[in-house]
Structures are given as structure tokens and as C-alpha cells.
């Protein structure tokens, strides 16, 4: 065994691929998950151990870490949904800024343990005047200044890791898996609204969930503290074109309908600023799973889904 790897929000979309990818690779993983209800939506992975503890008790978190001890830290708790964290915005502070200094804290004195943090993209710049974007953003802004200042004086090894839209096979709340279930739905024959689309024209990065696990292990075992590293494909994808991938692999027609006034609303940008991940390149890494490849495991997945539910 490489040594174990504390891995929370490891009930989430990325949480169960770095569990079982980093399972595979052999690490022994320690598993957080918030909730006993939680763990009862997970299946048994081979050199996985999963814990209950809530972030933002911070006994809790501290006499967990004393009692695994571990070896790296993969911290992708948290929440992530723009829409929601305008109807709950306290939650995202608690949850993305709260529970990142419990943990950080809970840490300190296993030095040169590295712990690498699940940033986003969707930050914005603190400098005055503050020009936030959404509560989501203002809280992923907050976290990540938080994280870089707290390892700078606490002396500890905290990489920053800034993915793009990650996607794969598995529950996500992403637009390419609300689009494949709604196809798989209407492949069934199970009558659905039109898929709503905030604006054809708007740009995103793309990258497999699988992939961004693979950087995350390499960024623990050879990122610099104090560093963040964009962990993307470089690659930007308009959301039509996105949707026309899993439109050519549908088996039946799939309506659409544009809706850019709740876009805008939401504070969502129409064009993402395009980053390549050199850093990451320059480390070896760069994607392996080709977009045509991901968009069909995702399809799958949901067909998959469909056929368990009869």
C-alpha cells in the first residue's frame, strides 16, 4: 500500500471516482462521508473504508484524523450549485468555508501531510472593490484565500486545485448528466418538458471526472504547497455543440428549449475564460479520456439507471 488517503465529501460525484480510482492505484482510503444516510447510497470498494463525520463539528473531525492518521489528504467536500446557493447562501459559507478550516485545522499538527483543496473556477478576484458573482463564488473565493493563507502560517502543505466542469459516468447534477437522464427517461418512453438550455452560445471546459482524479494523485504526491493548479482540458465546448454529442447518440427526439434570461440571472458567464493546465503538463498529466468516450459512459450510466428503475 502507497499510504492512506483521507478523501471527504467522498459520497459526492467526484468523492466515489477518487475512492475507487485512488483504491485502484493502491492507496488505502479513508472515506468521509456527512451523513449515516449518506453511506447507506454507497457500495463496498476493496482497501475503502468510510467514516461518518461532519465538517463542521470540529471534535469530530479532529479525533477522526488523530485516530486514521493519514498519509495525504483529498478534501472535495462542499457544496456546488450557483442556483442554490442563492436560495441558501448560508449554507455555502458554512459549508465550503467552515468545514475547509475545521478540517485545515484539524491537521496542523501532522506536519507535511499534503492536503490538497477542491477549488473552482468559478471564483472571482478579492481585490477591492469586491465584485462577487454569486454566493457559490464569493464562498470558493473566500475558501481558497483562506486554505493558501492558512498553510503559509501554519506551516502546512496545502495545494490548491482549480478543476473545470468535470463529467463521467455516475449521480452528478451537471448538465451533461441532467441531459443524458433526460434522454434515457424519454428513451423509455416516459414523457418530460423540454430540456431547458441557459444559452447555446456559452462556452465551458469539459474534462472527465476520472481524468481530474488521476491529477489530484499526482498533485498530492508532487504539487507545491502554496501553488494552484488548473486541472482542466484546455479545450472550451459551446453548450449546443455539447448537447448536439448526446443528441447524436439518443434514440429518440429530444426537444430543447433556450432560456438565457435565467442565465443571467443566476449570475452564470456566457463565455468561461479559456486556461490550459501547463503546470499539469509539465508534471506528465494531461487528459486521457476522449470527450466522444465520456459523453457515451454518461449515456450509459443513465440507460443503465432507467433499466434498474423497471
Do not use: Q
Given at each position: 500500500m502507497k499510504g492512506t488517503v483521507l478523501v471527504t465529501g467522498a459520497a459526492g460525484f467526484t468523492g466515489q471516482h477518487a475512492c475507487k480510482r485512488l483504491a485502484e492505484k493502491g492507496y488505502r482510503v479513508a472515506a468521509i462521508v456527512r451523513s449515516h444516510s449518506s453511506l447507506k447510497t454507497l457500495s463496498p470498494i476493496d482497501h475503502v473504508d468510510y467514516h461518518v463525520c461532519d465538517l463542521k463539528r470540529p471534535a469530530d473531525i479532529c479525533e477522526l484524523v488523530q485516530r486514521i492518521s493519514p498519509r495525504y489528504v483529498l478534501h472535495l467536500a462542499g457544496k456546488n450549485s450557483v442556483p442554490e446557493s442563492w436560495a441558501n447562501p448560508i449554507l455555502y459559507m458554512e459549508s465550503n468555508i467552515l468545514g475547509t478550516i475545521h478540517l485545515l485545522n484539524a491537521?496542523?499538527?501532522r506536519e507535511g501531510i499534503p492536503i490538497l483543496i477542491a477549488g473552482s473556477r468559478l471564483k472571482f478576484d478579492l481585490s477591492f472593490p469586491v465584485e462577487p458573482t454569486h454566493p457559490y463564488g464569493l464562498s470558493k473565493s473566500i475558501q481558497e484565500v483562506i486554505s493558501l493563507a492558512w498553510g503559509e502560517l501554519f506551516h502546512q502543505h496545502v495545494i490548491l486545485a482549480e478543476p473545470c466542469n468535470l463529467v463521467g459516468p455516475g449521480p452528478s447534477t451537471g448538465i451533461c448528466s441532467l441531459l443524458a437522464g433526460y434522454i434515457a427517461a424519454l428513451e423509455r418512453g416516459k414523457p418530460?418538458?423540454?430540456?431547458?438550455?441557459s444559452s447555446a452560445s456559452a462556452t465551458r471546459d469539459f474534462l472527465d471526472v476520472r481524468d481530474a482524479v488521476d491529477a489530484y494523485e499526482l498533485l498530492l504526491r508532487q504539487g507545491s504547497?502554496?501553488?494552484v493548479y488548473p486541472v482542466c482540458s484546455g479545450v472550451e465546448r459551446r453548450l449546443g455543440d455539447v448537447c448536439q454529442?448526446?443528441?447524436n447518440l439518443a434514440e429518440t427526439e429530444c426537444p430543447l428549449e433556450e432560456d438565457?434570461?435565467?442565465?443571467?440571472?443566476e449570475g452564470i458567464p456566457e463565455r468561461a475564460a479559456l486556461i490550459q493546465p501547463e503546470l499539469l503538463n509539465r508534471m506528465g498529466w494531461s487528459p486521457a479520456i476522449p470527450w466522444e468516450v465520456s459523453v457515451s459512459d454518461i449515456l450509459q450510466y443513465y440507460r443503465r439507471e432507467e433499466a434498474d428503475d423497471l
Open positions: 491537521l496542523r499538527e418530460r418538458p423540454r430540456f431547458r438550455l504547497a502554496g501553488t454529442s448526446f443528441i438565457v434570461l435565467e442565465a443571467a440571472a
